[in-house]
């Protein structure tokens, strides 16, 4: 996600995807809170050239999650037509988990950019959030879910579960401990 509207030079473009795979290796090994600048380095790149294309260490974490939010709003939006609306909701959860839990920290910055949508990561999540509201509206009209628990509430509550990175889902059991909770039988 280059802030720029002109289109890339080669050079610019070839350092942009630098950078960006770089931030996923690095935030693999130390988490998203590693200093901006070992990202820089990471890449073989100044940090002027990092802060071009990235002004904010915000702004590379949306633009590696973005394939994740991607894939969760098109899987909620597939998932609206199920039959089972509790099965639905429960396999669009886990994935939500699963990609929260992706590099050490992101569930924690997704979690508290959902209810601040002025920040970068809250604006890249709209579509995503959107869709698992609809999903999960369906679920509160077929009485499958609790009715005093909001979309955006229990996604923030998924997000702040511990996470094991070794399997790449929260610390068994609690999501199913919240699964549990929500599920109206």
């Known amino acids: 996600m280059a802030f720029d509207t002109k289109p890339m030079r080669a050079d610019a473009r070839r350092n942009y995807e630098a950078i960006l795979a770089a931030g996923k290796i690095v935030y693999a090994r130390s988490g998203v809170d590693v200093p901006f600048e070992e990202v820089a380095r990471q890449a073989g790149v100044g940090q002027g050239t990092l802060y071009r294309h990235f002004p904010a260490r915000e702004h590379l974490f949306v633009a590696i999650m973005q394939e994740r939010v991607d894939l969760l709003e098109a899987k909620a939006r597939e998932l609206l037509d199920a039959p089972d609306v509790w099965a639905a909701l429960t396999t669009w959860l886990d994935l939500y988990d699963r990609s929260a839990a992706q590099y050490r920290g992101m569930s924690s910055r997704v979690g508290e950019a959902l209810a601040d949508d002025t920040s ?7 579509p995503m959030k959107a869709g698992f509201a609809e999903l999960f509206e369906r679920a509160r009209r077929e009485g499958a879910v609790r009715l005093d628990v909001t979309a955006t509430q229990l996604l ?12 790449g889902t929260s610390v068994q059991p609690y999501l199913a401990l919240v699964l549990d909770g929500l599920h109206r039988v």
């Not at 970068?120 to 709209?126: D, E, F, L, S």
């Not at 923030?156 to 399997?167: E, F, N, S, V, W």
């Open 156 to 167: 923030t509550l998924i997000g702040a579960l511990p996470k094991d990175q070794a399997r």
């Open 120 to 126: 970068p990561v809250a604006t890249a999540c709209a």
